[in-house]
C-alpha cells in the first residue's frame, strides 16, 4: 500500500522553507499532496489559484509531489485521499502551541490521521510568509527567501514602491 501524505496551509505565498518541507516529505513518503487551502475566512494576498500555480512551479522536478486545494475539513479531504500522514512544518518552539492543539483536533475529528512534524534546515528557522509579504510590500527583492518564480510574482503584486 503506498503512503500518502498531505501538506495542507496558506502557502500565501510558498517559501523555501515550505519547499524544503516538501523535498523531505517527498523522500519519506510515496506520495505527497501539497494541500493550499481555500479558506475564505482568510485574507489571503495571493487568490487560491495564485498560489497553486507558483506551488505547481515549484514542485515540477519532485514527480511524487502534487498539489491541490481543499476547502472542506482536511481530515475529510484525507480519508478521500485515502491519506493517513499529515505533514506540518515546525521551526522554533512558538510553534508548537498551535500545532499541536491543531494535530490535537485533527486526531479527535479523526483518529486515523497522525501529525508528523518535519525540521526545516536551519536557514528557514525564521522564515514566514508573513515576513515575506511585508518586506515584498516595502518594495524588498525576496528572491533569498522563495523560490525565483515565486520572487517575481511579488514583484508584480507589490510593484516598486512608491518615493514620496
Ligand atoms: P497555515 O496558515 O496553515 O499555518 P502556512 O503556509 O503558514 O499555513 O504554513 C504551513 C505549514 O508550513 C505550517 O506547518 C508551518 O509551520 C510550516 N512552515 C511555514 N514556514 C516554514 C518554514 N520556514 N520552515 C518550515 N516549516 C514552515
Known amino acids: 500500500m503506498s503512503r500518502i501524505a498531505v ?4 502557502f500565501d505565498p510558498l517559501t523555501r522553507g515550505h519547499l524544503d518541507i516538501i523535498q ?3 523522500k519519506i513518503f510515496d506520495h505527497v499532496i501539497v494541500a493550499v487551502s481555500n479558506n475564505a475566512s482568510k485574507k489571503n494576498v495571493f487568490s487560491v489559484s495564485e498560489r497553486i500555480e507558483m ?3 515549484s514542485i515540477r522536478n519532485l514527480p511524487n509531489v502534487d498539489c491541490d486545494t481543499i476547502s472542506g475539513l482536511l481530515v475529510d479531504y484525507m480519508r478521500r485521499k485515502k491519506a493517513k500522514v499529515l505533514i506540518r512544518g515546525l521551526r522554533v518552539v512558538s510553534d508548537m502551541d498551535y500545532e499541536f492543539q491543531l494535530a490535537s483536533f ?3 475529528l479523526n483518529k486515523d490521521v497522525e501529525t508528523v512534524f518535519l525540521m526545516p534546515d536551519d ?3 525564521y522564515l514566514a510568509s508573513s515576513m515575506v509579504r511585508e518586506i515584498a510590500r516595502l518594495g524588498a527583492g525576496t528572491e533569498q527567501f522563495v523560490p525565483s518564480f515565486v520572487a517575481r ?5 507589490f510593484g516598486s514602491p512608491k518615493v514620496k
Not at 7 to 10: A, E, H, M, N, V
Not at 153 to 157: A, N
Request: no cysteine.
Open 106 to 108: 485533527n486526531r479527535r
Open 55 to 57: 506551488v505547481e512551479e
Open 153 to 157: 510574482r511579488l514583484k508584480l503584486k
Open 24 to 26: 523531505r516529505a517527498s
Open 7 to 10: 501538506y495542507p496551509g496558506s
Open 123 to 125: 536557514q528557514y528557522t
